[in-house]
């Protein structure tokens, strides 16, 4: 089985696994997740720095839990932008209680007035991943070519969020593929050492 069809068949496993989470442990488990994500971002980027998350789809799990703490954590929101498959995504600020709008690809992005902003931290969706920090995403390029981009010029860490469930024991993965540098789900934390 080649890479991309061993990652396919991944995907597919993993989000079939994930969609059969009840919203009662999906809600605890967005719960859960905050304090530790907190935890790492107060270690990697000092208040007031722009923290890169995504608006939830489908069944990952929930980051409206993460966005509310973060903001009052004195962080700057950015949402991510997207253009086309497999290019960097932009970024516009947002904070909770403003208003969203469906992008040109359905996903809910900032209004298109929103301040563009390059973040100091990145957490990525994923639909599974190992504990060296490989993930499978939804197949489009985007986020890895945004932390190649981003990478190219500075480090930034990326932080993967996850429910316990979408591990997997190892994840084929090729040189353009950007390993987390950390995935926080409602059971650990895994410390993936992508940076070192």
């Known amino acids: 089985m080649t890479d991309l069809a061993s ?11 994930r969609d059969l989470i009840e919203p009662a ?19 990697l980027a000092p208040a ?38 497999a290019k960097p995504l932009h970024f ?14 359905g996903l809910f992005e900032p209004l298109a007035d929103a301040a563009l902003a390059e973040p100091d931290l990145m957490f990525v969706p994923l639909a599974c991943f190992d504990a060296k920090g490989h993930r499978v995403g939804y197949g489009g390029g985007n986020f890895d070519a945004t932390l190649a981009a981003q990478r190219a010029k500075r ?27 950390f995935v926080v789900t409602e059971i650990q934390v895994f410390d993936c050492g992508a940076s070192g």
């Open 25 to 43: 442990e999906a809600h605890a488990a967005a719960e859960e997740i905050v304090g530790r994500a907190l935890e790492i971002v107060r270690k």
């Open 155 to 181: 480090e930034i860490p990326a932080i993967g969020l996850a429910f316990a469930d979408q591990e997997v024991d190892a994840i084929p993965h090729e040189a353009h593929d950007q390993r987390l540098d």
């Open 48 to 85: 007031g720095a722009v923290v890169s998350a995504y608006w939830p789809i489908r069944s990952e799990i929930s980051t409206r839990p993460l966005l509310e703490a973060l903001a009052q954590a004195g962080y700057r929101i950015a949402l991510p932008v997207m253009t086309a498959a």
């Open 7 to 17: 990652k396919t068949a991944l995907r597919r496993h993993a989000l079939a696994r």
């Open 92 to 105: 516009r600020l947002w904070a909770p209680g403003e208003e969203l709008a469906k992008g040109a690809l």
